[in-house]
Nanobody, 126 residues
Framework: QVRLIESGGGLVQTGESLRLACAAS????????VGWFRQAPGKEREFAAA???????DYEDFVKGRFTVSRDNAENSVYLQMNSLKPEDTAIYYC????????????????????WGQGTQVTVSS
């Protein structure tokens, strides 16, 4: 069965960086679109970034210029490089995957995804 596992979260100070990984088993992740979502305390889950199955990318405004999503097909993984972290980035970060067929702009909708990881905590101290 398809499984996604996030890793790389942790506690960092303002301005530091983290790299999150989303590793898949049970499928070849390169054929899927992968989105990154986050949920902060007391807030709804929100879109952060995504990479389509054709490797186009999309970023929400609050992460644009700071976060980069990429693939490493040899590792069957998608990464989220997070630079210049701010306290407001504190959240549980989830990766999600869906097969091909969606336009890049549709990847912001968390309802389209078929598979979700369990999340990894990112905490940024002030």
């Amino acid at each position: 069965q398809v499984r996604l596992i996030e890793s790389g979260g942790g506690l960092v100070q303002t301005g530091e960086s983290l790299r999150l990984a989303c590793a898949a088993s049970g499928t070849t992740l390169s054929s899927y679109a992968v989105g990154w979502f986050r949920q902060a305390p007391g807030k709804e889950r929100e879109f952060a970034a995504a990479i389509s199955w054709t490797d186009t990318t999309d970023y929400e405004d609050f992460v644009k210029g700071r976060f980069t999503v990429s693939r490493d097909n040899a590792e069957n993984s998608v990464y989220l490089q997070m630079n210049s972290l701010k306290p407001e980035d504190t959240a549980i970060y989830y990766c999600a995957a869906v097969g091909p067929g969606f336009n890049t702009e549709q990847l912001t909708n968390n309802r389209i995804y078929d598979y979700w990881g369990q999340g990894t905590q990112v905490t940024v101290s002030s």
